[in-house]
């Protein structure tokens, strides 16, 4: 491949001369070739002792998770691009009695009235069919109203939360205050491992007080 690229470029390379003998019959053309300079560089990557073993192998913020779960009620995480680190963290409250809620944030419409209204939906219609709509229940209060006995409450899991407004994620960190059982679990975004934050604090409901 280097001498057909090196043939390649001398093809279209002129003399050294640039001088060509005139004949009427050619239109005569100088070429102008332009040199490109490359650099070499230098790309370190920095590796934790995770990436030996398995990211999946150890994890001693299990603990860490559920009582931030407990206490903030409203976790904004961050799972790597290659996904499954999240399901680890979903089974353990599952582990606890917690039963789950799975909405994709496209094409949620308004959260509010989609999980605490009653709202409507439009069918797409196909053809010449009449334009429809149809009611349907809370999302939140009509899966509260199905849990068992023994359930600890609901998880609303939101896939691709990112794409949601600050005020819609404002809600959805209020959610827990108006629902009690409930706690919401919203995915923004993605980072190399598997981290999160109270979710006040992405959809910037923290104050900060001045001491």
Known sequence: MAATACSYHSALRPSSRHHYRHNPLIKTTRVSTTQTKYHKATIKCAREFTDFIG???LKPDLGKWLSDVEEHKAIAIY???EGGYEGRYLNRLRYQ???FLDLS????GDPETTLTK???VCPPHIGKQPIARW???PEVDYRLSLLPPDAKGLVVWILEAKVLSKAELQFLALLPTLRPKVRVIAECGNWRKFVWTPLKDIAGLTTNEAV
């Open 105 to 108: 944030a496209r094409g949620l």
């Open 79 to 81: 799972s790597p691009h």
């Open 135 to 137: 009611y349907f229940p």
């Open 55 to 57: 990211g999946d192998l």
């Open 97 to 99: 009695g917690y039963r």
């Open 118 to 120: 009653l709202h409507p």
